[in-house]
């Protein structure tokens, strides 16, 4: 049995995620911003046995992450999922930019991410093997072919050099970082028209997750274990 929190627990990818490690056995620390209107979390964590837990975190908050830090203070985490994040909103083209919104975007998917792998270091340090992975996106590659989304992109091309400095901090710690792009998934971020489910980008995402080790530390996945290119 493995411990394993998730941020963005809520909904999407990370409540599937918090689903599948719980029916396989699993110790789970769901979190999300809003714990009391997360219905469908709280629900899922009433029929778990125990298994799944659900826990306050804002990753655009600082004082929240560190709060939920506190919270499992001598808990040995053996995965953390860094996989809240935001779209960036509507205002973010060539002509149509808000800067207040790309900073907001910027905390969550970015600084967000850095901050939750610092307050959790010694949980995953008192694991035998453990994982930090954070879900980006390709639109935070260099080689995507296409512009628009500036904030969302920008901010995903920054925490991939984030976790890449993370995974060279934390070589002598043995815990390994990997990022993984989940895929076009039907979720209200994909929307319907989306290729794949949360179920199969979840799987995925456990799967390159079971197969992470320190001689692939620092690496940027596909949901389907393909090396994605910078």
């Not at 219905?39 to 600082?62: F, K, P, Q, T």
């Not at 979840?202 to 690496?219: C, K, L, Y």
Request: one cysteine or more; a negative charge.
């Amino acid at each position: 049995m493995a411990n394993v929190l998730i941020t963005g627990a809520a909904r999407g990818i990370g409540q599937e995620l918090a689903r599948q490690y719980g029916a396989n056995g699993d110790r789970v620390y769901a979190c999300c911003r809003n714990p009391g209107s997360a219905d469908a979390l709280n629900e899922l964590a009433a029929g778990s046995d125990g298994l799944i837990s659900v826990h306050d975190m804002d990753v655009s908050d600082e004082a929240s992450i560190n709060g939920c830090g506190e919270e499992l203070a001598g808990t040995t985490l053996d995965i953390v999922i860094n996989n809240a994040g935001v779209t960036g909103g509507a205002h973010q083209s060539m002509g149509d930019t808000k800067v207040s919104d790309w900073m907001d975007t910027f905390m969550v998917n970015t600084v967000g991410p850095f901050l939750v792998a610092q307050a959790l270091h010694d949980n995953l340090k008192a694991s035998d093997n453990g994982k930090l992975m954070t879900v980006t996106s390709q639109l935070g590659a260099t080689i995507w072919p296409m512009g628009g989304m500036h904030s969302y992109s920008s901010t995903k091309a920054a925490v991939n050099r984030v976790m890449i400095g993370v995974s060279m901090d934390w070589k002598g710690d043995n815990i390994s970082v990997a990022l993984i792009h989940p895929g076009y998934v039907k979720t209200d971020m994909g929307g319907s028209a989306a290729e794949i489910t949360p179920t199969e980008s979840a799987s995925g995402i456990r799967s390159v997750i079971d197969g992470m080790t320190m001689e692939t530390t620092g690496q940027f996945f596909r949901w389907d274990g393909s090396i994605h290119p910078w």
